[in-house]
């Protein structure tokens, strides 16, 4: 195995692609979006409860690669109890992170940096994004499912 | 599971050692790994005698076709037609005017679904294709469809993924108005038999238009002996370039057919009030063509001739019949499409890994698949999985790249235990 692997399938990607946290229909939901990546096939719904401008619940619902089931749980782990406002800088800064190969540590983003590997991997962006982009969605309204593709 | 035995009682019928030597881009490295280029369906490699006449085309005979009365253009016009001429040779085309220039398979059947259906079609006619049919051979039907009021019937495939005779008999009807079908299956390998297809469509007087974007490289065509009404395929996938493409059509289906696009070269004489179309294939080749395509095309139609496509087939039943045994032996693996009639493809699934982190974990040991939906979402869907990984096999494949896939899909199942 190359060391770039090694670095994108790291033992905590893993635990979550095979037990993801958070994989459920909650009982309560304020907000959710589905999301799609038409290049895999892969959809994901993501379901958040907010009150008084904080995340109380997360989930998500769908099936993806690794890397994509994997974001979904750890992004709904981190969510849980944030502040909307807070949680928003943590989507731009993880955005940041497996985008930019120059991006420097991200220690705001605690867990979530185990993703960072996946900046070798321009095919795979898409695949840790997605749920992050249909958290955005979540949040913002907007009835259409979005798309990895759409205006990026 | 013990790889050990991979490579056993393996002997290779036919050597690619030779046509290895003819494509620059085998010599790659990838991730400090050899190349091996498994991803055949998407686009094949180009032999070096395409790329030399490529730049050959560019460096002596380049100029517009049709058009000029200097000595370059009428090398050039002639450069273009022989390849025409090539092309028809190639696929046992009655005459060169049959052979309509396009971009690739996906512009081929739009022509004929703007041109030869549209008008055709009223509320309530059907047109029939397989459940196994790529986007390129849906899409433009449902566009033709939305347009007239015209539906789609699918011809349902097995559980092995083969094509259904008696279903396809039970759909052709008297509101049947075209079948529109795959040769060679891009994300099965399922073969149709093309042949008997046609025949029934003819009993019924309904005319067939054949999607060989796959069968171009895998299968010899003949579309006489086929009798398809029309015949589409890419350039890039038969070993030459991208942008250019081949729709057949019996000359009498094309001189029956408006023009597709307008502009120049297609024309007999415009005014302001009319405009006279030119003959078949020209009425179909607006503007400017991609004439060093054509040429390059020419070049690897010659290519897979001297070859031998009785070579080429017999080579890739081995990949096919080593990769399946091979890769049957992974724990957890599933082959999906065991048609019997099936060609240079094979599509799986592995228990509990995703295709996606398998075409990932392969590329890092130097093995290009592909993994997804195929451009076959309707097969997926079938088969009710999100993708597949896909091997796809050509002429310069070898048993040993199969070993590196099998050995790379074993690492990935390990990694996932
Ligand atoms: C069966 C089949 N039909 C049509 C196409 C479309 O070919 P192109 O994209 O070259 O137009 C493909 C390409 O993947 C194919 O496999």
Same mark, same amino acid.
């Given at each position: ?85 807070? *949680? ?5 800064? /993880? &955005? ?6 120059? =991006?420097?540590?991200?220690? #705001?983003? +605690? ?16 695949? *840790? ?5 249909? /958290? &955005? ?6 009835? =259409?499912?979005?798309?990895? #593709?759409? +205006?990026? | ?417």
């Amino acid at each position: 195995m190359t060391a770039a692997l090694r670095e994108l399938y790291q033992d905590v990607v893993f635990d979550h692609a095979r037990t993801p946290r958070n994989r459920r229909r909650p009982a309560r939901s304020s907000h959710q979006a589905q999301g799609h990546n038409p290049l895999c096939g892969d959809k994901v719904t993501v379901h958040l409860d907010v009150a008084d401008g904080v995340i109380r619940d997360a989930a998500f619902e769908g099936e993806g690669c690794a890397i994509a089931t994997a974001s979904a749980s750890l992004m709904t782990e981190a969510l849980k109890g944030k502040p909307v406002e807070e *949680a928003e800088r943590l989507l731009e800064g /993880f &955005h940041h992170m497996v985008t930019d190969p120059q =991006a420097a540590a991200h220690p #705001e983003l +605690g867990k979530l940096e185990v993703l960072a590997g996946v900046r070798e991997f321009p095919v795979r962006v898409k695949c *840790a994004t997605l749920a992050w982009h249909t /958290f &955005h969605a979540a949040l913002h309204g907007g009835h =259409a499912p979005v798309s990895t #593709e759409d +205006g990026q | 599971m013990s790889l050990a035995l991979v490579g056993a009682g393996r002997e290779a019928a036919v050597s690619p050692k030779l046509w290895r030597d003819d494509f620059p881009i085998l010599g790659e490295r990838v991730h400090g790994k050899p190349l091996a280029y498994l991803d055949n369906a998407a686009t094949t490699q180009k032999p070096q005698a395409v790329i030399d006449a490529l730049a050959g085309y560019y460096a002596h005979d380049n100029a517009n076709v049709h058009r000029g009365v200097h000595t370059l253009s009428q090398r050039a016009t002639d450069a273009y037609e022989a390849a025409r001429a090539k092309v028809r040779g190639f696929i046992n085309a009655r005459q060169a005017e049959e052979i309509v220039f396009v971009r690739g398979a996906t512009e081929a059947i739009n022509l004929v679904a703007a041109s030869f259906a549209r008008p055709r079609l009223a509320p309530g006619d059907e047109i029939v294709l397989s459940a196994m049919e790529h986007h390129s051979n849906i899409v433009p039907w449902q566009l033709a469809c939305a347009a007239t009021g015209a539906v789609l019937k699918v011809v349902p495939i097995g559980d092995d993924g083969a094509f259904l005779p008696e279903a396809y008999e039970a759909l052709l009807g008297p509101r049947t108005k075209l079948v529109a079908m795959t040769h060679l299956s891009n994300a099965l390998g399922t073969v149709t038999p093309a042949r008997w297809i046609v025949e029934r469509a003819h009993a019924a007087g309904v005319p067939v238009l054949l999607d060989g974007a796959q069968a171009i490289s895998h299968l010899a065509v003949d579309v006489g002996a086929l009798g398809c009404d029309f015949y589409a395929f890419s350039g890039h996938k038969v070993f030459g370039p991208t942008g250019i493409g081949v729709l057949y059509g019996k000359a009498e289906r094309l001189r029956s057919m408006v023009p597709y696009q307008g502009g120049g070269d297609m024309i007999r004489t415009v005014t302001f009030e009319e405009s006279r179309f030119a003959d078949i294939p020209y009425r179909f080749e607006a503007g400017t063509p991609n004439i060093a395509g054509a040429v390059g095309l020419g070049a690897a139609l010659d290519y897979v001739s001297a070859v031998g496509m009785g070579a080429i087939a017999a080579h890739e039943r081995e990949l096919v019949a080593y990769a399946t045994r091979e890769l049957e032996r992974i724990p957890g693996l599933r082959i999906v499409g065991t048609a019997k009639e099936k060609a240079s493809i094979v599509s799986f699934t592995l228990e509990g890994v995703h295709p996606h982190d398998i075409g990932t974990i392969v590329d890092h040991a130097g093995v290009a698949i592909r993994a997804g939906h195929h451009c076959a979402m309707p097969v997926m869907q079938r088969f009710g999985i999100p993708g597949t990984a896909r091997a796809s096999f050509a002429l310069y494949n070898t048993l040993d790249e199969v070993d590196a896939l099998v050995a790379g899909v074993d690492e990935a199942r390990r990694m996932f235990r």
